[in-house]
C-alpha cells in the first residue's frame, strides 16, 4: 500500500504569507519538518510531477518527532508541512487546510501492516486491512475526498450487522 505525500499550510498562513508557485518558492517560506530518528536532522522534501524530482533545501523553526504534533502545528498556522494525503485529505476537501503545489504531489510513502500469515489470520484483522486499503485509494474526481472513508464505515456497519444477524439465526 502506498499512500500520496502532499504538501499543505493553513489558511491563515496562506493569507498572510501567500502560496508558492513552483517548489523552489518552498524555500523561502517558514515550513513544519518532521525529525528523522536515524539522523536527528528533518527528512528531505522532495516535489514529484511525472518522471521530474524536484528536492527542496527546507528550514523552519519547529521540527517534530510525530505526525499527530506535525497536523497540529501546520493546523494552527505555523508553517507549510508536507503531511500524508491519508491524514490531510478530509482536513483539506473541508477548507481548514489547503494542498500547496497540487500538481507536484506524485511523491508516495509506503505503508506497512505487519500481521500473522493469511492462513492465521482472523476476519476481525482482515476487515481492518480491507478498510485501510479504501482509505488510501485515490479520491473520486467528483472530489469527494471524504465519501471514500463514509462508504467504508458504512459497508463495515452493514457486514458486521449481517455478521450478528447470522450468529443469531437458529
Known sequence: MRTRVITCASP??????GLPRHPSDIEKHRCVLMR????????GW??????????????????????????????GGLGIAQLIEL????????????????EWAEETYPLYAYHHSAQLMSA???AFLDFVVTLTREPSSTGALAS?????????DRASGERRARRNEP
Open 124 to 126: 476481525r484483522v482482515r
Open 87 to 102: 491524514y490531510a485529505r478530509d482536513l483539506v476537501a473541508d477548507g481548514r487546510l489547503v494542498q500547496v503545489l497540487p
Open 46 to 75: 522532495e516535489f514529484v510531477r511525472g518522471k521530474k524530482t524536484v528536492p527542496v533545501d527546507v528550514s523552519g523553526q519547529l521540527m517534530v518527532n510525530g505526525s499527530g504534533p506535525l497536523l497540529a502545528a501546520c493546523l
Open 36 to 43: 528523522d530518528p536515524s539522523t536527528g536532522s528533518h527528512f
Open 148 to 156: 471514500k472513508t463514509d462508504q467504508a464505515h458504512r459497508s463495515g
Open 12 to 17: 491563515a498562513y496562506v493569507a498572510r504569507h
